[in-house]
């Protein structure tokens, strides 16, 4: 039985496939009439079909064509960069991740959603965000972007977050550690054959946070109970964390929820810095007002030590060393040797 190759015909709207012989000629299938033509031309046909079928199906049987199929990466898309970066840790050469707030001067409180970000999600598999109100605008997008396997971490859900609590979850340090683990087990449903590798992934994401928590333990041992204030709430669960009394909550809050704070809030942190009775000013450093400004030109005059924070993390920092350089401008302020 003679096997034939397949060729691709380009046609103005589609691709058609059609059999041609090895010498490049297609075999002929004209119908001929009478009797005499007919006789045994029905089972020749069918007989070279069939081989040309084995033969397309072959292309299947060889080494590498089913697998290169599988190894598409998986889609990850953070609303954040932060738990974009954690993920890409975790998924390694398995996952492609894109972070929807990746800019460093892009303020997630004035976030507009975006065409391409909808897109984003629609071809995601997987997809992470924080909750608690702090990116409402995603909600939206995944309600207008259905995919029925597409599947949705809400940080705030995984940590049992409360309707009231500060939204920056990720600076309280229990966070990543239950996001990292969330994160592995989706990877090993969407990816069961690379489970083991996302496994030792985690393994040593967890560990790598031991320096973070070396920090906490050094700063909360020696400075537990230091009054400090803030511009935002943004660093105020690690605040809580290292044991730091928080001053002025109320002038937070405003700030964060984009309201004027009342003039005796303000009064009251104006208070706190001129009269040195807090030993640190945090401030979100992306984040500028004539506000701001003034209470960091205050606390400069009354030597105020003044550390600022970022709500997003640097480009070109890991989640980790983001937080440790954090927690380390933090105790050099403290220390004394900080501006």
Same mark, same amino acid.
């Given at each position: 039985? #003679?096997?034939?190759?397949?060729?691709?015909?380009?046609? *103005?709207?589609?691709?058609?496939?059609?059999?041609?012989?090895?010498?490049?000629? *297609?075999?002929?299938?004209?119908?001929?009439h009478g009797r005499g033509g007919m006789r045994g031309r029905p089972l020749r046909i069918a007989a070279r079909h069939m081989c040309a079928i084995a033969c397309a199906l072959s292309w299947w049987l060889i080494p590498g064509w089913s697998a290169q199929a599988q190894t598409a990466p998986i889609r990850i898309v953070a609303a954040e960069n932060f738990y974009g970066d954690v993920a890409r840790q975790i998924g390694g050469p398995e996952?492609?991740?894109?972070? @929807?707030? %990746?800019? *460093?001067?892009q303020d997630p409180h004035q976030f507009e959603a975006s065409p391409a970000a909808a897109r984003a999600l629609s071809d995601?598999?997987?997809? @992470?965000?924080?909750?608690?109100?702090?990116?409402?605008w995603i909600d939206k997008l995944l309600a207008n972007t259905a995919a029925a396997a597409r599947r949705v971490i809400a940080v705030a859900a995984v940590v049992n977050a409360k309707p009231g609590d500060n939204p920056h979850l990720w600076y309280d340090p229990a966070t990543m550690p239950v996001v990292a683990t969330r994160i592995a087990d989706e990877l090993q449903a969407l990816d069961p054959a690379h489970a083991d590798a996302y496994r030792g992934r985690l393994a040593s994401f967890l560990g790598s946070l031991a320096p973070i928590s070396a920090a906490i333990a050094a700063i909360t041992a020696k400075y537990a109970g230091t009054p400090v204030t803030a511009t935002e709430p943004v660093f105020g669960p690690m605040a809580k964390a290292l044991?730091?009394?928080?001053?002025?909550?109320?002038? #937070?809050? %405003?700030?964060?929820?984009?309201?004027? *704070?009342?003039?005796?809030d303000v009064a009251a942190m104006q208070d706190d810095l001129k009269g040195r009775k807090v030993r640190l000013l945090l401030y979100n450093s992306q984040v500028s007002d004539d506000l701001t400004e003034r209470l960091l030109a205050i606390a400069r005059t009354a030597k105020v030590p003044v550390v600022g924070i970022t709500e997003t993390a640097p480009a070109d920092k890991s989640y980790q060393a983001w937080i440790t350089g954090e927690l380390d401008?933090?105790?050099?302020?403290?220390?004394?040797?900080?501006?």
């Amino acid at each position: 039985m #003679q096997c034939y190759n397949m060729a691709t015909v380009d046609m *103005p709207s589609k691709t058609r496939h059609t059999t041609v012989d090895r010498d490049g000629k *297609p075999p002929d299938t004209r119908v001929l009439h009478g009797r005499g033509g007919m006789r045994g031309r029905p089972l020749r046909i069918a007989a070279r079909h069939m081989c040309a079928i084995a033969c397309a199906l072959s292309w299947w049987l060889i080494p590498g064509w089913s697998a290169q199929a599988q190894t598409a990466p998986i889609r990850i898309v953070a609303a954040e960069n932060f738990y974009g970066d954690v993920a890409r840790q975790i998924g390694g050469p398995e996952v492609g991740v894109t972070s @929807i707030i %990746a800019a *460093p001067g892009q303020d997630p409180h004035q976030f507009e959603a975006s065409p391409a970000a909808a897109r984003a999600l629609s071809d995601a598999n997987l997809v @992470i965000y924080n909750g608690a109100n702090y990116d409402p605008w995603i909600d939206k997008l995944l309600a207008n972007t259905a995919a029925a396997a597409r599947r949705v971490i809400a940080v705030a859900a995984v940590v049992n977050a409360k309707p009231g609590d500060n939204p920056h979850l990720w600076y309280d340090p229990a966070t990543m550690p239950v996001v990292a683990t969330r994160i592995a087990d989706e990877l090993q449903a969407l990816d069961p054959a690379h489970a083991d590798a996302y496994r030792g992934r985690l393994a040593s994401f967890l560990g790598s946070l031991a320096p973070i928590s070396a920090a906490i333990a050094a700063i909360t041992a020696k400075y537990a109970g230091t009054p400090v204030t803030a511009t935002e709430p943004v660093f105020g669960p690690m605040a809580k964390a290292l044991g730091f009394v928080m001053r002025d909550e109320r002038f #937070q809050l %405003a700030v964060m929820n984009d309201t004027e *704070p009342s003039a005796s809030d303000v009064a009251a942190m104006q208070d706190d810095l001129k009269g040195r009775k807090v030993r640190l000013l945090l401030y979100n450093s992306q984040v500028s007002d004539d506000l701001t400004e003034r209470l960091l030109a205050i606390a400069r005059t009354a030597k105020v030590p003044v550390v600022g924070i970022t709500e997003t993390a640097p480009a070109d920092k890991s989640y980790q060393a983001w937080i440790t350089g954090e927690l380390d401008a933090v105790r050099s302020a403290l220390d004394g040797s900080g501006s």
